[in-house]
């Protein structure tokens, strides 16, 4: 090979060079996977646009986060707001897989398919998302969420289920909340069936029941487990959906200002047995079927009445 020909090879290895670092780099700085990027401590709204639910609101006011829907406004959990805006703020882009509008729709993120989310702080815009589909990899085993900026036309695929997490709809946000009880500081329960009054009181030693002997066991089992009882499915019009009421019990104790009540009602549902209430939030009613928080708050109550 003559000097001429090594040297028309260098060009051209220089020039395929060239092309790809600066054609490379190019594509790198436009290309930034930080899709959001606003500190969150500023966000005081959130409103939110399902592509197939009643759209919500999501607003903080003095340090406590409410959930408008619909006309009604409710008391929001405030980890639930505050996983959201982690959530979006963690979010890494894998690649840009489209800048065609016409694939819009493949992706869930046009107007009618996406989840529309925007952040405020006050009346100013911080940012804001377009939640699109999810999807599943097979051969890897991992998921892939497709998100768009409302006012841009790039679609990005991201590693994970963000999809899911940030289309759910505004009883995700609502504070399930209904007892949340230290099993050291209860001193007595009260608790009222069918016109029965059971009252449990705390001796120096052990628990009595209208001043017959309970089960320490059982008793030490069932007190455990109000440390953390939450509800799930919620009663949208409770006036409407409560039939009569069956019981009631209420927890006096230690560091306890008034004695949180929990009522027990049938339900006009026929696919459910009870609605709960608990005093401690009084903005939800809950569903439970017979095994469900109405067993765990009192079926095992009567349970210990009938000293199983």
């Known amino acids: 090979m003559n000097n001429k020909t090594l040297a028309i090879t260098f ?18 700085r436009s290309f930034d996977p ?30 406590a986060w409410t959930v408008s829907v619909g006309g009604k406004t409710y008391e929001a959990a405030s980890q639930s707001v505050q996983s959201l805006l982690a959530n979006m703020i963690s979010i890494k882009a894998d690649r840009i897989v489209s800048k065609n509008p016409d694939k819009f729709a493949d992706y869930n993120v046009n107007d009618s398919l996406g989840t529309f989310i925007t952040l405020y702080s006050g009346t100013n815009p911080l940012g804001d998302l377009v939640v699109g589909r999810f999807s599943f990899n097979q051969a890897t085993r991992n998921g892939i969420s497709y998100l768009k900026h409302p006012d841009k036309d790039e679609v990005y695929s991201v590693d994970g289920f963000l999809s899911m997490s940030l289309s759910q709809d505004y009883t995700n946000y609502r504070n399930k909340e209904m007892l949340s009880l230290a099993k050291d500081a209860l001193t007595k329960i009260d608790l009222n069936m069918d016109g029965e009054v059971y009252t449990f009181s705390k001796g120096a030693s052990s628990w009595r029941v209208n001043n017959l002997a309970v089960d320490s066991s059982s008793m030490a089992t069932y007190l455990s487990t109000l440390g953390n009882v939450s509800g799930a499915s919620f009663v949208e019009n409770p006036t409407t959906e409560m039939g009569s009421q069956l019981g009631q019990v209420a927890f006096e104790g230690n560091n306890i200002l008034q004695p949180i009540q929990v009522l027990a009602y049938a339900a006009q549902d026929t696919t459910q047995d009870f609605i709960l209430h608990s005093s401690l939030n009084e903005d939800a009613y809950f569903y439970s079927d017979s095994s469900g928080i109405y067993n765990r708050v009192f079926g095992k109550l009567l349970d210990l009445v009938d000293g199983e």
């Open 11 to 28: 060009g051209v290895l220089l020039l395929i060079y060239l092309l790809v670092k600066f054609a490379g780099g190019n594509r790198d």
């Open 34 to 63: 930080e899709i959001m990027s606003i500190d969150t401590s500023l966000v005081n709204k959130v409103e939110v646009r399902p592509s197939n639910d009643e759209p919500f609101t999501l607003q903080k006011s003095a340090g």
